[in-house]
């Protein structure tokens, strides 16, 4: 365990503000910072926000975005909404190296009705065979009212690839914009965003107000229109509501966000795979089932031994709730999930795993749990050098406020944590290290609250910076 210290009562209230601003209380784990968050009310900003504004014209094409259309990068997928009739399904693109106009028409457009709600028409366009790490315009929507984007492709996928990766979760809160604000102006410049889940919160909402879904839509179509988002679902994506009439799981999810997950073999867009860069990127679903013989389970059980570590160094597990968290809030609520997945993790020596769902932040240590039988009594977590690091960072701005009840004390295996809103960077160099950095809200735009060197458990297999 580690030591305990504590403080003398200072003489006044302004010397005791001055102490918290420059120390960090050491607990029996390692740090919980004493960084206290001014409270206020988190409040979904207003339907009239300038945020949520609609493009201009008749039809107009709005929430606009993109994510990885295959599993090496080489395609991607360009959704968008038209609110009034389906419109044009087509894409026009071209690369800034050649200037060649191309087109895809490879679209699927969709709808759904949601209790007294009914969706703009959803389109979905495949882009294939594009050049690694190129620049790409491309226009949706025709006539008076098209829109123009652009983003760049990803490397080839390669060992010693260095890339930049956005770790975040959001909400649509006056918290949200100021996060994604930040996130905009890191300046590591993040080329892809990793979504741990929890986008729109409409199930907050009265009825499931699936305005909710459109207006978040059109709030980060500022990023992820120009940058790939990764998604992963979490429980604000259920949207499961009897009461209501609403009996199918992740209707209004599964309707937007389209992923690649047929590419990697999965029955699911809940759970699939990517190689990006240097990554292996692996996306799990907390609220599906897991357990031995079902269809996650088996994917999983065959997904990893298929990871090349000669090819993509860094593998990087997402998964919506955490399986290690010392906040009070969701306490323990992935331990089934880490009965059935840790012991893979460690077997295959995952760098990483990232969770969202606990509305603050939190870094582990290498540690794992998976000595215990019915019999030994061995149920805590030790240190092992072939475990993954558990970041907790469900703390992007939401509805329902910050998480600020810790367990204490600060158990071993917890690193650093924190009660407030922000996201972080994973910025990998080599097929060595990676430089890991999260940023808090209430700090300027470059200022990081927490930081670590990662060690690849692969081919570097040494203790990582704490």
């Not at 994510?67 to 690369?95: L, N």
């Not at 809030?329 to 009965?339: K, W």
């Not at 960072?393 to 998480?403: K, P, T």
Request: aromatic fraction near 16%.
């Amino acid at each position: 365990m580690g030591w305990h210290c504590s403080f003398a009562p200072p003489s006044s209230a302004l010397m005791r503000l001055a102490v918290l601003a420059i120390f960090a209380v050491f607990c029996d784990g390692g740090t919980t910072s004493p960084f206290v968050r001014k409270i206020w009310p988190s409040v979904a900003m207003p339907f009239d926000s300038d945020v949520f504004a609609t493009p201009p014209g008749y039809n107009a094409p709005q929430q606009v975005h993109i994510t990885q259309g295959d599993h090496v990068g080489k395609a991607v997928i360009v959704s968008w909404v038209t609110p009034d009739e389906p419109g044009s399904s087509r894409v026009h693109y071209w690369s800034e190296k050649t200037q060649e106009k191309k087109h895809s028409e490879d679209t699927v457009v969709t709808s759904y009705k949601y209790y007294n709600y009914t969706s703009g028409y959803i389109h979905h366009c495949t882009i294939k065979d594009l050049e690694p790490d190129t620049k790409y315009h491309y226009v949706v929507g025709s006539g008076h009212v098209k829109r123009q984007f652009w983003f760049v492709t990803p490397p080839e996928v390669g060992p010693d690839v260095p890339y930049t990766f956005g770790l975040i979760d959001l909400g649509q809160t006056h918290d949200s914009n100021v996060t994604l604000t930040h996130y905009e102006q890191n300046p590591y410049k993040p080329k892809a965003l990793l979504f741990v889940g929890d986008l729109s919160y409409a199930d907050d909402h009265p009825l499931h107000n699936s305005l909710r879904w459109d207006s978040w839509g059109r709030f980060v179509e500022r990023s992820v229109a120009y940058q790939h988002w990764i998604w992963v679902a979490g429980n604000h994506e259920i949207d499961y509501c009897p009461e209501i009439g609403e009996y199918t799981p992740f209707k209004p999810y599964l309707h937007r966000y389209e992923v690649p997950y047929k590419e990697s073999n999965s029955s699911s867009p809940l759970w699939y795979s990517i190689k990006r860069a240097s990554a292996y990127i692996i996306v799990l679903s907390s609220y599906s089932a897991y357990a031995i013989y079902t269809p996650q389970y088996q994917w999983l059980k065959e997904e990893l031994p298929k990871v090349n570590r000669s090819e993509t160094p860094w593998l990087i597990v997402l998964m919506h709730a955490p399986l290690y968290n010392s906040y009070n809030y969701h306490y323990m609520e992935g331990e089934s999930m880490r009965l059935v997945f840790e012991p893979w993790f460690v077997e295959h020596k995952v760098d990483v795993v990232i969770a969202g769902h606990v509305h603050a932040y939190e870094r582990t240590k290498r540690i794992s749990n998976i000595a215990y039988n019915i019999t030994n009594g061995l149920a805590t977590p030790v240190s092992n050098p072939n475990a993954p690091v558990y970041i907790t960072i469900g703390d992007g701005g939401n509805l329902e406020g910050i998480a600020n009840n810790m367990t204490e004390p600060q158990p071993d295996y917890s690193a650093f944590r924190e009660a407030s809103f922000g996201h972080a960077i994973f910025d990998i160099k080599n097929r060595t290290h990676a430089y890991y950095a999260w940023n808090r809200n209430d700090d300027g735009i470059a200022a990081e609250a927490d930081s670590s060197w990662f060690h690849n458990r692969y081919w570097y297999s040494v203790e990582d910076s704490s």
